[in-house]
C-alpha cells in the first residue's frame, strides 16, 4: 500500500482530513476468474480523505495497481457507452486531418481506433494501454502494452494525443499531464473526455473507488490544464452529469498562471452526502427484499453492487448478480460468493425483485429488465423517501436554532490575524457546523502573508491565512470564493452619476454580495437545505460584542438588521454588519437594475446632507439604496465593532430613516 503525504493537486505536504472508511473492500471491481477461489480474493480497508488545501477527496493509501488492473474488465455494453464513444469520435474527428496519426492513452477496448480506422477518418492508429484487448487487429493500429507514464519519448510524431475516462485513472494528474505536454509541441491538439465526477456524485452514483482514487472535479481539470500551458478550445457535456469533453492545444503563448479553486467546503459536503447515501440505501433496499431468496437480485458486477455490500446489504439474501457484460456472466463477484447471470434468468420468475442502482444507466436497465419480465420489481435509489443530507440533519437536530450562513467579503486590510479571527467567532457565537462561513475574497499565491504590513500587496490572501482561518473555526463548512481580482466587482461605465463620488464601492460591495449569494444558493442545492440568516460583513473587523438582537427577531421581522450607531457618533456603514433573513438577503442580490438610476439632489434631498459625506463615507449609498427599493432597515443601537476607518456621524441620516 502506497501512502499519499501530499495534495496532488498543490503537491503540498499534510493537511489531509479523514473521512469516512470502508473495511475489507474488494480490491477489484468485476469478477474473479472461473479458477479462483473465494477465499483467496484479496480485500483491503479503503480510506477516503480530503484535502484542506485544494479540497480534492482522495483514496489513501492507494492499492497496488497489479491488485486493482488484474485484467480488462470495461467492454462497450449499453446506448449510453456506445452514444459517448460516437459522440467523441466524432469530436477528435472534426478536429484533425484526415492524414492525422493518432496517439490513444488507455484505449482498452478499442473502440475509438476502429470507429476512427474503417471510416478513414484518421490514416494511423497507436495505443498506449498496460491492458489492451488483444483479440483484436485492426489496419492501421498500433499496440504500445504500457503506462505512460513510462515512456520517455515518442519515436515518431503525432498530430493528436486522445485519451477516454483515462485522467481519472491517474494517481498524480499534474504528471500526467506534464507528460502530454513534454510530448507536444506549441499548436498541437491534446483532445479527452473525462467523467464529470463531481455531478455524478453529488447524484450518488458509485464514481468514486479503487480506481477513481480522487474526486477530480471540472474546476480543478480546467487549473491543471492552465498549469502545464494548455488552452481549451472548446469544453462540451455529454448527458449533462456523464461526462465532458475537452478539446485543448498547447498554448503557442504563455499562460499566466491560474489561481487554483479552493472546493473544500463544496467538497466535502458532496462526499459527505454520498457516503450517507450508500448505508442508507443499503438499508433502504434490504427491506425491501423478498422473503423468497431465488426471487431477488442485484445488478452489475461492479463496484456499485460492492458498495451496497459493504454498507451491510446482505449477500446471503440474493440469488445472484445480473450483467449484459457477457465476459462477467458465469463468473463470480470479486470478493464476494455471489455468481453472474444474464438479465434474462428473471424471465420466467413471478415478480423478482431487482436492485438497480448504477446511476445515469438506471432507466436504460429498467426498460430492459421489464421487457424481460413485465411482473419484475425495480428497486431504486428514487424509490425511497427523502434526500439524505449530513448537514441537513445537524440542524433538524439542534431545534431553535437558525441555519445562517456568514459571507465575509472584500479587501483584507488589516489580516487573518488570529485575535481577530476569535473575536469574529466569539461575536457570531454560533459555531459549530450548524454556521455556514464563505469568504469572498481575492486569493494570492504568495509569501510572506501580506498582512504583515500594509503594502501593494494588501486586499488578498494566501494559503497560510486560509489554513489559520479554517484552524478557528473549527468543524464550522469555510468555504472560500476566490475572486481574480478586486476589479471583479467594479462597477460597469456610465453607470449612476454618483458612482465616481463613491468610486465605485457602492456597487463594488453590492456585487460582492450577489456573487456570494450566488455561491451560497449553490451550497443550498447541493446540500438540498435553505439557510435561514445570511450575515454580511467585512472580513477584517474586530468584534467586541454580540448581536443585540437574536437570530428569531431576524426570522421574525423580515428586512435587513444593521448597526450604525456608536459612542462616537454612528459607524461608517461600510464597516458595519448587516443581517438579513433569507428572502430578503436574496431581494438585495437581485435588484441591480437600481443602480443604473442616477438620483437628482432631489432624491437625496430627504436624507439630509448625503453629498457631504459621500466622498469619504462612501457605503452610504448602499443604504438609501435600500431605502429606496423598500428593503425594512432594523438598526441597532449597541455597538458591536471596532471599525476601520474613518469615524463620522450618521445620526442625521438614522433620524431621517427613523422619521
Not at 500594509?454 to 469555510?478: H, M, P
Request: net charge neutral; glycine share 6%; proline share 5%.
Amino acid at each position: 500500500m502506497t501512502q499519499r503525504t501530499q495534495d496532488p493537486l498543490t503537491r503540498t505536504q499534510g493537511d489531509l482530513r479523514h473521512l469516512f472508511s470502508f473495511k475489507k473492500f474488494p480490491t477489484f471491481m468485476g469478477v474473479a476468474e472461473t479458477t479462483e477461489l473465494a477465499k483467496d480474493d484479496v480485500l483491503a480497508d479503503v480510506h477516503w480523505f480530503i484535502s484542506t488545501q485544494s479540497g480534492v477527496v482522495l483514496l489513501n493509501p492507494l492499492v497496488p495497481l497489479e491488485y486493482i488492473y488484474r485484467h480488462q474488465h470495461n467492454a462497450v455494453v449499453g446506448g449510453i457507452w456506445k452514444r459517448h464513444h460516437n459522440e467523441f469520435a466524432n469530436i477528435v474527428a472534426s478536429h484533425v486531418p484526415a492524414e492525422a496519426h493518432i496517439l490513444e492513452i488507455g484505449g482498452a477496448h478499442g473502440y475509438l481506433a476502429a470507429k476512427l480506422l474503417f471510416s478513414e477518418a484518421v490514416k494511423r492508429w497507436t495505443m498506449v494501454d498496460p491492458n489492451p484487448v488483444s483479440t483484436f487487429a485492426i489496419p492501421g493500429m498500433d499496440i504500445i502494452q504500457s503506462y505512460i507514464e513510462d515512456i520517455d519519448v515518442l519515436p515518431f510524431d503525432v498530430d493528436a494525443i486522445v485519451h477516454s475516462h483515462t485522467l481519472e485513472h491517474m494517481y498524480d494528474p499534474a504528471r500526467f499531464f506534464s507528460i502530454i505536454r513534454k510530448l507536444r509541441a506549441p499548436g498541437k491538439l491534446h483532445i479527452f473526455s473525462v467523467p464529470n465526477l463531481c455531478a455524478l456524485v453529488r447524484d450518488g452514483q458509485p464514481s468514486l473507488h479503487l480506481e477513481h482514487t480522487m474526486l477530480l472535479c471540472e474546476a480543478h481539470i480546467d487549473w491543471l490544464l492552465g498549469c502545464h500551458g494548455f488552452e481549451i478550445l472548446k469544453k462540451t457535456h455529454f448527458l449533462r452529469i456523464h461526462s465532458i469533453f475537452y478539446v485543448t492545444r498547447v498554448s503557442p503563448n504563455k499562460i499566466r498562471a491560474p489561481l487554483l479553486p479552493i472546493l473544500y467546503a463544496e467538497n466535502l459536503h458532496i462526499v459527505s452526502r454520498w457516503y450517507d447515501c450508500i448505508s442508507e440505501d443499503a438499508r433502504a433496499f434490504t427491506a425491501l427484499l423478498s422473503e423468497d431468496k431465488h426471487r431477488n437480485f442485484i445488478y452489475a458486477a461492479h463496484v456499485a453492487t460492492q458498495y451496497l455490500l459493504a454498507a451491510g446489504l446482505p449477500e446471503n439474501r440474493f440469488q445472484g448478480v445480473l450483467d449484459n457484460n457477457m465476459d462477467k456472466i458465469g463468473k463470480r463477484l470479486y470478493g464476494h460468493s455471489l455468481w453472474v447471470s444474464s438479465p434474462s434468468v428473471i424471465t420466467g420468475i413471478d415478480r423478482p425483485v431487482v436492485i438497480l442502482r448504477s446511476g445515469v444507466y438506471d432507466r436504460e436497465i429498467s426498460a430492459q429488465l421489464l421487457q424481460l419480465n413485465p411482473t419484475v420489481v425495480i428497486v431504486r435509489s428514487e424509490n425511497r423517501t427523502g434526500p439524505s443530507s449530513a448537514a441537513a440533519q445537524v440542524h433538524q437536530n439542534r431545534p431553535g436554532l437558525a441555519r445562517t450562513a456568514a459571507l465575509f467579503y472584500g479587501q483584507i486590510r488589516t489580516g487573518a490575524r488570529t485575535k481577530l479571527l476569535h473575536s469574529q467567532k466569539r461575536f457570531m457565537h454560533l459555531g459549530g457546523s450548524f454556521l455556514d462561513v464563505f469568504y469572498h475574497v481575492v486569493i494570492c499565491d504568495y509569501d510572506p502573508s501580506p498582512f504583515t504590513s500594509k503594502t501593494e500587496s494588501a486586499g488578498c490572501i494566501n494559503q497560510a491565512d486560509i489554513k489559520r482561518i479554517r484552524s478557528t473555526w473549527g468543524d464550522s463548512l469555510v468555504s472560500f470564493i476566490a475572486l481574480n481580482s478586486s476589479h471583479e466587482t467594479d462597477p460597469p461605465p456610465n453607470s449612476c452619476s454618483l458612482a465616481p463620488l463613491s468610486r465605485g464601492r457602492f456597487y463594488h460591495k453590492w456585487a460582492h454580495w450577489k456573487l456570494g449569494m450566488e455561491y451560497i444558493k449553490r451550497h443550498e442545492t447541493v446540500r438540498k437545505m435553505d439557510y435561514d440568516v445570511i450575515i454580511f460583513t467585512r472580513p477584517d473587523l474586530h468584534f467586541h460584542n454580540h448581536f443585540p438582537f437574536g437570530y428569531d427577531d431576524v426570522l421574525k421581522k423580515p428586512g435587513m438588521w444593521s448597526n450604525l450607531k456608536n459612542k462616537k457618533g454612528g459607524l461608517q456603514v461600510s464597516d458595519g454588519v448587516f443581517v438579513a433573513d433569507r428572502s430578503s438577503a436574496a431581494t438585495i442580490a437581485n435588484i441591480s437594475q437600481s443602480y443604473f438610476d442616477c438620483w437628482t439632489a432631489d432624491a437625496l434631498a430627504p436624507y439630509g446632507n448625503v453629498a457631504g459625506h459621500i466622498a469619504e463615507n462612501t457605503h452610504i449609498l448602499m443604504h438609501l439604496w435600500l431605502t429606496k427599493m423598500h428593503v425594512p432597515i432594523h438598526h441597532s443601537e449597541q455597538a458591536m465593532i471596532s471599525e476601520i476607518g474613518n469615524h463620522h456621524s450618521l445620526s442625521h441620516i438614522v433620524r431621517s430613516w427613523e422619521q
